[in-house]
């Protein structure tokens, strides 16, 4: 059975700093790990997927990577902004047709101090 | 907006009461996903279709829970007799295929009191 952890799960920066969010999952047969950010009783926001083959996505100040041999993957933020506060969750899909569901770390609640 | 829609957005129901939630994907999505989420925790895998197809159910989905897509375009989430237990956020997701991006609605929030 798939579990992912992330660690920490709360992370407090000040405004400005680089920072690294950290995903594991246990098992490597994975066929994407996608990023999502959730503010405080809302929706799932998509940041970035990385399929299995791929080694790093980047969208903007936003840089994840995939290590899938040691189910390893982060999410790099640059210079942080207060409007990054957020729980940032990470979430794979496994590998076998059908089996496309997303399971989900419990996520990192981010808060960018100003 | 083209996102992903849910309704209601909140429910508040008694114990024992039955409650059914919508969820409209992206138009041209034939995938479409029920998750739960409970307070602090990741979203938890309810159940899956393809076009009208229910592919995969897990074992959260007790069978006091029942989903549909008929005609492969919107579901709903139908729980009977809910429980106490059953209090939390429901999200509705849709993509495009197993390599997409699944796109989240904003939930529907179901308290039981």
């Known amino acids: 059975k798939q579990e992912v952890t992330q660690i920490p799960a709360a992370l407090s920066v000040p405004e400005g700093e680089n920072l690294v969010l950290n995903c594991s999952f246990t098992?490597?047969?994975?066929?994407?790990l996608q990023w999502f950010r959730q503010d405080p009783g809302k929706g799932l926001t998509s940041l970035l997927l990385?399929?299995?083959?791929?080694r790093e996505q980047t969208s903007g100040r936003l840089n994840a990577s995939l290590d899938k041999s040691s189910g390893r993957s982060t999410l790099y933020i640059a210079a942080s902004q207060p409007g990054d506060s957020a729980t940032y969750l990470c979430a794979v899909t496994g590998s076998n047709f059908g089996n496309e569901k997303l399971t989900f770390g419990t996520g990192t609640r981010l808060t960018i101090i100003p | 907006d083209t996102g992903v829609s849910q309704d209601p957005r909140h429910k508040i129901t008694k114990r024992g009461q039955n409650v059914t939630f919508r969820c409209d994907p992206i138009?041209?999505?034939?995938?479409l996903y029920w998750y739960r989420q409970t307070l602090g925790q990741g979203p938890e895998f309810l159940t899956y279709f393809q076009n009208e197809a229910q592919l995969e159910k897990s074992r959260l989905l007790s069978d006091r829970f029942s989903a549909e897509r008929p005609k492969g375009s919107f579901s709903t989430l139908e729980i009977q007799r809910t429980e106490q237990g059953d209090s939390a956020m429901y999200l509705c997701a849709s993509s495009l295929s197993l390599t997409d991006t699944q796109y989240f609605g904003p939930g529907t929030r179901l308290t039981v009191l």
């Open positions: 990385i399929q299995s083959s791929q």
């Open positions: 138009s041209e999505h034939n995938r």
């Open positions: 098992d490597s047969a994975i066929y994407n």
